[in-house]
């Protein structure tokens, strides 16, 4: 596997050429045909940028990279006839992932919460940090990597799903089974951990 990149990919929504759309078509025939070299051939055509994206958001959380990068494959193979060429393959695939690894956001994010509710009540906590614009920023995004890789799990999790994702805090909450407040709370306390482990890096 290679190492950590702190870039945050650029996701591929491009659209296909045409003869790129053409090939598609024929591998997807020969998946429902159950044609190996097919396989093998859309395994190496996607594997490497869904590995990329799912990586890119668990990280470190590396041990489940490669089961969830499965799921997406196998989900694929199940409902490939459902597939209806509206958008370019990969984009499909990519849909997929991020169905994954939100699942696994949700997961993670309904298990109770062991760390302290101190942060929660402090002025600073409620004030959004700088990192949210140092995404965009080239300068800053190894930092930014550093840090966030560095946060407990749910932490990361919460801050990656709200800022990078921008799912909302409401449509965080349904999807995690917790209360609105609940999730305010932890993402509080997430970003008063980015504060400090910034300002200490």
Do not use: C
């Not at 470190?60 to 006839?81: G, M, S």
């Not at 849909?95 to 939100?102: D, L, P, S, Y």
């Amino acid at each position: 596997m290679t190492s950590l990149q702190p870039e945050l990919p650029e996701q591929p929504n491009e659209p296909t050429p045409a003869a790129d759309r053409e090939g598609e078509s024929a591998l997807l025939a020969a998946l429902m045909a159950k044609d190996r070299k097919a396989t093998a051939e859309f395994l190496s055509r996607y594997s490497d940028s869904i590995y990329a994206f799912i990586r890119s958001r668990l990280a470190p959380r590396y041990d489940v990279v490669d089961d969830l990068v499965q799921e997406v494959f196998l989900t694929a193979w199940k409902n490939i006839r459902d597939y209806r060429h509206e958008a370019p393959l990969q984009a499909w695939l990519m849909g997929i992932a991020r169905h994954k690894v939100e699942d696994y956001y949700r997961a993670r994010l309904r298990e109770p919460d062991p760390l302290p509710d101190a942060a929660s009540d402090s002025p600073a906590a409620s004030v959004t940090p700088d990192f949210e614009l140092s995404l965009d920023r080239e300068e800053v995004r190894s930092k930014t990597w550093r840090v966030m890789t560095g946060l407990p799990e749910q932490y990361r999790l919460a801050l990656m799903w709200r800022y990078w994702e921008k799912i909302s805090a409401r449509d965080m909450a349904q999807r995690a089974g917790k209360t609105e407040k609940a999730i305010e709370r932890l993402l509080a306390r997430a970003r008063e951990q980015f504060r400090e482990r910034w300002n200490r890096v």
